[in-house]
């Protein structure tokens, strides 16, 4: 289905935010393509289970977002398939099977982290989906769960879900998964990275795109990795500070469009967030994205605190952001 809302050509994105459960949403995924249009936005990972059954619209988002990219979870080859028809009707750029999150209930639910020790479920699951669909088809996954760590284990996978599921392009969080004993935060913190094994893997497999995540929080790290790499993935960097998205375009895809300023960028969400709140949006749901946008700055502190400390309160509006813009000293040029 052809979306006249898309860029004009999809291809492997050199440079993405994660997908990340509770940060992620459309509010965070429009603030941050006012930063960057370069940069492929995902989705929070949204069960099968959600979409097949769940109340509501699991599969919403602003057309302005594009390329946004779904994280689907689940095992069950046909329902995986059943969304990803369902997200390439609705326009996405590309679907991504979690294969990642080590939490207990994603483990629970036979989906996430766990599914490294099935490769071959893995490979129909992303068969099946590819059957439906001309969008890309992507894993992310770890380097490996609990014992099975080895550089041959990720190998076997990696062969196994590339060559029978058809599965062109991996992202690698370059760190393995405890499934029992750490929460998702601690294992996404105390395993240690290991980017040169995501480089060996493309060695190994140069006829795949892959792309590393976790620990990048600089562009010049990313610049560092995509010299060994197809693409790089930053995660909490980029909702902690998500300024660092400003310049991707201009350093990793040689745009010469200006750089926009913070000041800018919260103006620009003005009419976004009026519409939003004229559909019955929470200011708060929507101005929390935006939190660490002048982090380091004069009047950072100011700004966090007002926006805090009064957007949830019943009937707030864009006077709110405004307020705490004025926090900022106006002689910086920001």
């Avoid at 509770?22 to 995902?42: A, M, V």
């Avoid at 669909?133 to 879900?161: A, H, M």
């Avoid at 290991?194 to 990048?216: C, M, S």
């Amino acid at each position: 289905m052809s979306n006249p809302d898309k860029i004009k050509q999809f291809e492997p994105c050199r440079f993405s935010v994660a997908p990340m459960l509770d940060w992620t949403d459309r509010h965070c995924r429009y603030f941050h393509r006012l930063l960057s249009q370069q940069t492929l936005l995902y989705t929070e990972m949204v069960t099968t289970g959600a979409i097949i059954h769940g109340k509501g619209d699991f599969l919403a988002y602003n057309r302005e977002e594009h390329p946004v990219a779904l994280q689907l979870g689940g095992s069950n080859p046909q329902d995986l398939a059943h969304c990803a028809k369902l997200a390439q009707e609705r326009g996405y750029d590309e679907v991504n099977l979690n294969v990642g999150c080590p939490s207990d209930r994603v483990q629970n639910g036979r989906f996430g982290a766990c599914l490294m020790a099935e490769p071959e479920l893995v490979a129909e699951c992303v068969a099946e989906m590819k059957a439906v669909v001309d969008i890309p088809v992507t894993v992310k996954t770890r380097i490996g769960i609990d014992e099975q760590d080895s550089y041959e284990f990720l190998t076997q996978f990696v062969s196994t879900v590339a060559e029978k599921g058809g599965c062109e392009q991996f992202t690698i969080h370059a760190r393995k998964a405890w499934l029992s004993g750490l929460s998702p935060k601690q294992n996404r913190e105390i395993p240690p990275l290991d980017y040169p094994r995501a480089y060996q893997i493309k060695k190994d497999f140069p006829e795949l795109v892959i792309a590393v995540n976790g620990g990048i929080t600089t562009l010049e790290q990313a610049k560092l990795h995509l010299q060994h790499l197809d693409g790089v993935m930053v995660g909490r960097e980029a909702y902690q500070n998500p300024y660092i998205l400003a310049e991707v375009d201009q350093q990793l895809f040689g745009s010469d469009a200006p750089v926009k300023k913070r000041r800018q960028v919260v103006e620009e969400m003005y009419p976004y967030i009026e519409q939003q709140l004229s559909q019955g949006a929470y200011l708060g749901h929507i101005t929390r994205h935006m939190l660490g946008l002048f982090q380091n700055m004069p009047g950072a502190r100011q700004w966090r605190r007002y926006i805090s400390e009064n957007a949830h309160k019943p009937g707030s509006g864009i006077e709110v952001v405004q307020a705490a813009l004025a926090k900022i000293p106006q002689e910086l040029d920001v």
